[in-house]
């Protein structure tokens, strides 16, 4: 099944919400728990993405290489204009069980910046 999505105004966590029950495919009458449903989602302007509240100031995204001194923090204010794409896929990410098809399902996700003409 293929899912298009408008992310223009939509709040980060209410469309990360959607986005992953679709992914786990609980709403298919075919729904296994061991298999990764055959659904594939494009979700276009995510430039348009809107948070509620303080967050976009306040909330912190981390990663660390490994090295020592090596912490890297950015808000999510610079997440959004450096790339609007990786926000909402961590948003995604963390919505979904964490087990071995986290990723088999996060690649059957489309991210884009504008919108796009099917």
Do not use: C, W
Not at 10 to 23: T, Y
Not at 40 to 51: E, Q, R, W
Not at 87 to 100: D, F, Q, T, Y
Request: aromatic share 6%; proline share 3%.
């Amino acid at each position: 099944m293929n899912y298009t999505i408008d992310a223009k105004g939509k709040v980060v966590g209410r469309l990360a919400s959607e986005i992953a029950i679709l992914l786990n495919g609980k709403h298919l009458p075919s729904y296994r728990t061991n298999q990764v449903p055959d659904v594939h989602i494009s979700v276009f302007n995510t430039d348009l993405l809107k948070m509620t509240g303080k967050k976009l100031g306040q909330k912190l995204y981390r990663r660390h290489s490994g090295v020592l001194g090596n912490l890297k923090e950015e808000t999510a204010k610079h997440l959004l204009e450096r790339d609007s794409r990786k926000l909402i896929r961590l948003a995604v990410s963390g919505m979904l069980p964490k087990n071995k098809l986290r990723s088999r399902r996060l690649t059957q996700i489309r991210f884009y910046k504008k919108e796009i003409h099917i």
